[in-house]
């Protein structure tokens, strides 16, 4: 069964510095991995998404993560942090083969960025 | 990308009605929708797999006769609080998945139903 784990429930940054969300997962297959942001009261918004190509993976926003598979992580960063940023950030891992598996989400992590 | 509507957005009711939520994908096809449920605060959390033309697939600790959903056709899926108490009151998010496409297990998401049940 996959899982994913979110190392940090809040994080705090001050405006224009680096931001770092961590995330660990566990599959037992390949594993699609995303990045979801959601902001108060609001639905998801699809950041970044990893399916097999590029480790490296650049998303809206500035966002970017990179899949390291001898890590099992796919941590989410940006260089300069925005005020419109802070948010709840969800790390999120589905099992490419089996058709139909939802997604299974991490805890979340909240995102302050200060002035 | 493609789109997901959720109606209503918001929705307040009494103890013991129920209410009625509606998922559509507006510009695709989807053979399978997801319904999660978020507490305040806290992560989603899956509540049951809709699948077009059949019964939905319930997850563990979710009760199918309080939780009624139907996935009628290709583009709309319902959920059904039935009998609702203030205890379900609660933020319902659907997804869906675009039928025939590349399985990257990509999901697209609505924008949510906040139900409050007084």
């Known amino acids: 069964a996959q899982s994913v784990t979110q190392l940090d429930s809040h994080v705090s940054v001050s405006e224009g510095t680096p931001v770092l969300l961590r995330c660990n997962y566990s599959?037992?297959?390949?594993?699609?991995l995303f990045w979801y942001v959601q902001h108060p009261n609001k639905g998801l918004q699809l950041l970044l998404k990893?399916?097999?190509?590029?480790?490296l993976v650049k998303g809206i926003n500035g966002f970017e993560a990179e899949f390291k598979k001898s890590e099992t992580s796919f941590h989410l960063t940006k260089p300069s942090a925005h005020m419109s940023d802070a948010a709840e950030y969800f790390c999120v891992v589905s099992d490419r083969n089996q058709a139909g598996t939802a997604l299974i989400f991490g805890k979340g992590t909240t995102l302050s960025v200060s002035s | 990308g493609a789109v997901v509507s959720q109606h209503p957005s918001r929705v307040i009711c009494k103890s013991g009605t129920s209410v009625k939520i509606e998922c559509r994908s507006l510009?695709?096809?989807?053979?399978?929708m997801f319904w999660y449920r978020q507490f305040p605060k806290q992560s989603l959390m899956l509540m049951a797999t809709s699948n077009e033309g059949s019964k939905a697939t319930y997850e563990q600790g979710v009760e199918k006769d309080k939780f009624l959903i139907n996935h009628a056709s290709l583009t709309l899926s319902t959920l059904t609080v039935t009998s609702a108490h203030p205890e379900d009151s609660s933020f319902y998010i659907c997804?869906?998945?675009?039928?025939?496409?590349?399985?990257?297990?990509?999901?697209?998401f609505g924008e949510g139903s906040r139900l409050t049940v007084l």
């Open positions: 599959s037992s297959y390949s594993p699609s």
């Open positions: 997804s869906a998945r675009v039928a025939g496409g590349a399985n990257t297990g990509e999901l697209f």
């Open positions: 990893y399916t097999s190509a590029a480790t």
């Open positions: 510009d695709f096809q989807a053979t399978t």
